[in-house]
Structure formats: C-alpha cells, structure tokens
C-alpha cells in the first residue's frame, strides 16, 4: 500500500491553486447580517492566508513539516484501543450531516459517522472521558480545533467538494483501513492519496477534494483540523476569525445538534449500564 504521503506522479508544469470565499461549495446562506459580514470576512481572509503562510500553500504536505507528526503516530494503538470502545455502539452514532446541517450538500446518506471530542474549539467532556488517551494525544497538535473520529462505512463517496475556509489544515491519521487500497482514497487537488493504519496525513482541504470506501469494510481515521501556519497579518486577521466563528448561525446550531444528540447516547448508555445481569 502506498505511503500516505505519496502521489499520482506529478506534472510539473502544474501549479495547485486555491479558489477563495465558498467557490466550489455550496454558499452557506442564511437569513443574518452576521453570517453575510462573517462570510465577506472571510473570502478576503482567505487572500491573505494564501499570500502569508509560513509553510506555502501545498494540496498536500510532507508529514517532517509538522515535527509533531511523528509523535502522533508512535502513539496510534492507543488511540486504536479506544476507537474500537466507540464503534462497540457504531449504530448509534449520528451521521455527520446531523451534527453539522451544511454537510446537506455533500453527504446526505448515514454512511459517514462521527464522533467528537472537539468540535468547532468546544470541547465534548463526556466523549474525553471515554478517550483520555486519544485527547491526550490530540493535544500535542498545536492550533487544535477539530478532533474526532471519522467513520466511513462501505460503499461511501463524497463528492468533490472544498472546505469553507483556508485559515485551518486537516489531518487523517488512519485507524482501520482495509483493503484493497485501489478502492478506497482520497484526492486532495490532483493528487490521489492512500490511508496506512498508524500513518498520517496532512492537507490542505481548501483544494477541492473528494474521498471514497469502494470496500465492502468500514474505514476509520482519527480527523483532525488544526490552525494553519501563518504570518502577520493573516495571523491578526485569522485570531479575529476564529474568535468570531462560533456567533454564526452554522456553528452553534452544529453545537446544539452534537449537545442534542450526546445527551440522548449517554442516557441509554446509562440505561444499559443499569439494566440486570441475566
């Protein structure tokens, strides 16, 4: 199987390049001044991200860029051990259109499962005790601001698509991927990439990007978003944003549907707790 940083052979004449504002995904319109402010933020933001980053502006980058990488991936059974804990309740657990009604426009089915323990920079206690290792170890990832598990069962695709905004970077670290790797990839820009149990991955999901399970197994990454490198004045432009982010509308109803559905999972995990020994 290939190494998760590897690649189609690259043409070098081609230069990647970034579409800027909600170009290449469906615009989140909705009815406030807020969120119309926030987005013309945000398309401009964007700008200035691409032109300060530290690191360039790659689809996807060289795991030694991020020298915490490595660390992440010593340290994957540990995280494995508690993954397979939460999966004994797969069925459960919400697709992630239910937490995070935008993704309506990429995935509407219940292949795609989640399950949080950072979400939009809030953190889920209740899914942190579940997972002391997997939070510990997330938390060498300076930037955080998304962590959970990403659980694609068998059969799904999503389309291509771009994230909303380039200020953040995305990490898979794989967990369960089965085989055969012909049939279950992701493509970041032009480069088609391969998941490796105990392997990271590291892009840029500003580029548009599609992914899919062609297997007849359920694929499992740790999926992570942490705050990309940047300089002055993107860095000043950037705080501001994230600071801002969670009085828009798609983000605190994404927060109210995770609350909505966790206190439903851990009343019948109580429930079950409770219930007799035959």
């Not at 990271?200 to 490198?229: G, Q, S």
Request: glycine fraction near 6%; proline fraction near 8%.
């Amino acid at each position: 199987m290939s190494h998760p940083d590897a690649a189609v052979e690259q043409d070098t004449s081609y230069e990647p390049k970034q579409t800027f504002g909600t170009d290449g995904i469906n615009p989140m319109d909705r009815p406030s001044r807020i969120t119309r402010f926030f987005m013309g933020i945000v398309s401009w933001a964007e700008g200035l991200n691409y032109k300060y980053a530290k690191l360039g502006n790659p689809p996807v980058y060289d795991n030694a860029t991020f020298p915490w990488a490595a660390e992440i991936e010593k340290e994957w059974p540990a995280i494995r051990k508690e993954l397979e804990q939460v999966l004994q309740r797969q069925a459960d657990l919400p697709s992630f259109q239910d937490i995070s009604t935008d993704v309506k426009t990429i995935s509407t089915d219940n292949h795609w499962k989640t399950f949080f323990l950072l979400g939009f920079g809030v953190k889920s206690e209740k899914a942190v005790q579940s997972c002391p290792e997997t939070w510990r170890i997330v938390n060498k990832i300076p930037g955080l601001k998304t962590a959970m598990f990403s659980i694609f069962e068998p059969g799904k695709h999503l389309p291509p698509h771009r994230g909303p905004y380039n200020g953040v970077l995305r990490m898979h670290l794989g967990l369960i991927v089965p085989e055969p790797a012909d049939k279950l990839a992701i493509r970041v820009d032009k480069q088609v990439c391969h998941w490796e149990e105990g392997k990271v991955l590291i892009f840029d999901d500003a580029y548009e990007h599609e992914a899919w399970n062609h297997t007849d197994k359920t694929r499992v990454v740790l999926f992570v978003d942490f705050e990309k490198p940047l300089k002055f004045p993107a860095l000043l432009v950037h705080k501001i944003l994230m600071n801002l982010a969670i009085f828009t509308p798609f983000l605190r109803e994404g927060l109210d549907n995770h609350k909505e559905w966790e206190k439903k999972f851990y009343a019948e995990a109580e429930k079950l707790r409770n219930q007799p020994k035959a």
